[in-house]
């Protein structure tokens, strides 16, 4: 039991790793899935009166988010290294964060839970990823808090 526990950190973090760095060809590339996906956020942010905000140039664009989403990937899999394990933790923290708010906008906007009619694997992979980060969460915790109690500080991480 402890050969998996010892292990399952840097499983999960190869899972969210990959399942990050394979949407960014859709992401990077304007894919059609991802224009119908942000499109449909587009309109519905402007119908709200925040036209723009998952636009190309948008805050929250698919350039943004998949940004995001490759720093998380960099971060979880850095931290497989042991000389990078904190990093793991705050890649899982990134991963939470966009996978939040993924979900999110499938659940409570226009967008749903199949806007490609790939039968909702899009959404069930969002919810593996957020499950996989939050138990990288919990797992990494205390490494978490050293990172965030050192570098609060104004010390460095070795």
């Not at 449909?40 to 350039?63: D, I, K, N």
């Not at 039968?119 to 593996?128: E, I, N, T």
């Not at 109690?149 to 010390?155: A, N, Q």
Request: net charge positive; hydrophobic share 50%.
């Amino acid at each position: 039991m402890q050969k998996i526990l010892k292990f399952l950190p840097h499983a999960l973090a190869v899972f969210c790793g990959v399942i990050f760095l394979d949407s960014l060809r859709y992401k990077f590339t304007n894919h059609p899935n991802t224009q119908e996906i942000f499109g449909r956020l587009s309109e519905w942010a402007a119908g709200l009166g925040v036209g723009g905000l998952f636009a190309h140039t948008g805050l929250f664009s698919q350039y943004v988010i998949g940004s995001a989403e490759m720093l998380a990937s960099l971060l979880l899999l850095l931290g497989i290294l042991p000389k990078f394990r904190p990093l793991q933790g705050l890649g899982a923290l990134i991963g939470l964060a966009v996978m939040s708010g993924a979900i999110s906008f499938h659940l409570f906007t226009p967008l749903g839970i199949d806007p490609n009619n790939d039968g909702g694997g899009l959404f069930m992979a969002a919810c593996a990823v957020w499950l996989s980060c939050a138990a990288l969460v919990v797992l990494r915790r205390k490494e978490i808090g050293r990172f965030i109690t050192l570098t609060g500080s104004g010390l460095t991480v070795n």
